[in-house]
């Protein structure tokens, strides 16, 4: 691949020989930051967590996905929704739709490492 293949002829050598570089291209790539893109994704495995086991704790759910405590995955879901995972976990129908296996028309088990406590 000539340089000229990469976006706005940019060296290709220079752009990923720093780390703000490289976060700058994969910025372009995916249209956001990659730290935003990652705090979207772990955001929407908790949703999606909750609502495969509405009984689990938001605490536990924070540390399976990461979160050092509950109160980083409540600064996320302020900053991404507006709202806190208590106020969301009752309208959790408006942001996740329960993945269904269509061959045995039931909801699927919950992703691996999900916690079932209350």
């Not at 752009?15 to 291209?25: H, I, L, V």
């Not at 999606?48 to 996320?76: C, F, N």
């Amino acid at each position: 691949m000539g340089d000229a293949d990469w976006p706005d002829n940019t060296d290709p050598h220079r752009m990923f020989s720093s780390k703000p570089g490289a976060e700058n291209m994969k910025t372009r790539l995916i249209g956001i930051p990659p730290k935003l893109y990652a705090r979207i994704v772990r955001f929407e495995a908790a949703l999606r967590r909750k609502a495969a086991v509405p009984e689990s704790r938001w605490t536990d759910i924070a540390h399976s996905l990461g979160y050092h405590d509950q109160m980083h995955m409540v600064h996320d879901f302020n900053r991404l929704s507006g709202d806190s995972p208590t106020a969301i976990g009752g309208q959790l129908d408006m942001f996740v739709q329960p993945e269904v296996d269509s061959a045995h028309g039931h909801a699927s088990s919950p992703a691996p490492n999900a916690s079932a406590h209350c």
